[in-house]
């Protein structure tokens, strides 16, 4: 696991756009997993704007989010579906036929769980997947006690997670208790993981998730044991880090960062 200290918020969203932006245009057929939620909206704006400005091209990627609510169809304006269109999809020139979301009206709920596994290994699996992370530690909706190897499955959620999202909703009573989520072990078979968090309420938990001991109860601890995970984090999400000093010189002295800093 790396750790990248990023001064604010803005930043965080900055540099991991020049890193998906880097992958993208090495690798013009990226598969990439994506996130909803409020940290993404800022680093979705910047790679919009990488689009406009840079001509980023995203026309032959092929795109996969974590997951999507039980119970909302696509054009639901609370659906994850509807979320990627508004931040991401509908002003970049994807092809909205390479993006996947699991969907969360299927009859048979865990017919569609294996379909959207099979679909990715059709793709030959996802190079990077971009992360947030739950105020408990969930990744996609990984909630606590998710198997450290579990597959794409329905999960039901957490009052914590039920009223963290409920502020997008116009009550608590209204989030949908469920969701397709990506498993744990989905997500450690992406070729990179990006996790982003901001704020003083991500402080505790990315303290957890990057130097606690490796536990079910939080699945973003289960990234600690990927080979290939960025963690990028402002430094009030960064604050309860014990060796943030050390994860500082490395992203300002290691080579392999010098094109980011
Ligand atoms: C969303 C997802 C969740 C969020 C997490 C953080 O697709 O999978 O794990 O990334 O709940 O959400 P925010 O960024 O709203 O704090």
């Given at each position: 696991?790396?750790?990248?200290?990023?001064?604010?918020?803005?930043?965080?969203?900055?540099?991991?756009?020049?890193?998906?932006?880097?992958?993208?245009?090495?690798?013009?057929?990226?598969?990439?997993?994506?996130?909803?939620?409020?940290?993404?909206?800022?680093?979705?704006?910047?790679?919009?704007?990488?689009?406009?400005?840079?001509?980023?091209?995203?026309?032959?990627?092929?795109?996969f989010n974590l997951d999507e609510y039980?119970?909302?169809?696509?054009?639901?304006?609370?659906?994850?579906?509807?979320?990627?269109?508004?931040?991401?999809?509908?002003?970049?020139?994807?092809?909205?036929?390479?993006?996947?979301?699991?969907?969360?009206?299927?009859?048979?709920?865990?017919?569609?769980?294996?379909?959207?596994?099979?679909?990715?290994?059709?793709?030959?699996?996802?190079?990077?997947?971009?992360?947030?992370?739950?105020?408990?530690?969930?990744?996609?909706?990984?909630?606590?006690?998710?198997?450290?190897?579990?597959?794409?499955?329905?999960?039901?959620?957490?009052?914590?997670?039920?009223?963290?999202?409920?502020?997008?909703?116009?009550?608590?009573?209204?989030?949908?208790?469920?969701?397709?989520?990506?498993?744990?072990?989905?997500?450690?078979?992406?070729?990179?993981?990006?996790?982003?968090?901001?704020?003083?309420?991500?402080?505790?938990?990315?303290?957890?998730?990057?130097?606690?001991?490796?536990?079910?109860?939080?699945?973003?601890?289960?990234?600690?044991?990927?080979?290939?995970?960025?963690?990028?984090?402002?430094?009030?999400?960064?604050?309860?880090?014990?060796?943030?000093?050390?994860?500082?010189?490395?992203?300002?002295?290691?080579?392999?960062?010098?094109?980011?800093?």
């Open positions: 696991m790396e750790v990248i200290i990023q001064p604010d918020q803005d930043a965080v969203a900055r540099l991991a756009s020049q890193i998906i932006a880097k992958d993208l245009r090495a690798n013009a057929h990226l598969v990439l997993g994506l996130a909803t939620g409020r940290t993404m909206e800022a680093l979705y704006q910047s790679l919009v704007g990488k689009c406009k400005t840079d001509k980023l091209d995203f026309s032959l990627c092929t795109t039980v119970g909302l169809a696509a054009e639901d304006a609370h659906s994850y579906h509807s979320y990627m269109c508004k931040h991401l999809f509908k002003h970049v020139n994807i092809d909205m036929r390479n993006t996947h979301l699991p969907n969360g009206l299927a009859t048979d709920l865990d017919a569609e769980c294996v379909n959207y596994e099979n679909l990715i290994k059709k793709f030959g699996g996802i190079d990077l997947q971009l992360l947030g992370i739950g105020k408990a530690g969930h990744i996609g909706f990984n909630e606590p006690l998710s198997a450290l190897l579990s597959r794409t499955r329905v999960k039901a959620l957490t009052p914590t997670t039920l009223s963290q999202n409920a502020t997008l909703f116009d009550s608590q009573t209204e989030v949908p208790r469920r969701a397709i989520t990506m498993g744990v072990g989905t997500i450690l078979d992406a070729r990179k993981c990006l996790l982003l968090a901001t704020g003083i309420d991500k402080a505790e938990i990315i303290a957890k998730a990057v130097e606690g001991p490796i536990t079910s109860m939080i699945s973003a601890t289960a990234l600690q044991l990927h080979r290939k995970c960025t963690v990028v984090v402002d430094e009030a999400a960064a604050s309860k880090l014990q060796a943030a000093d050390y994860y500082r010189w490395i992203f300002n002295n290691e080579p392999e960062w010098e094109e980011f800093r």
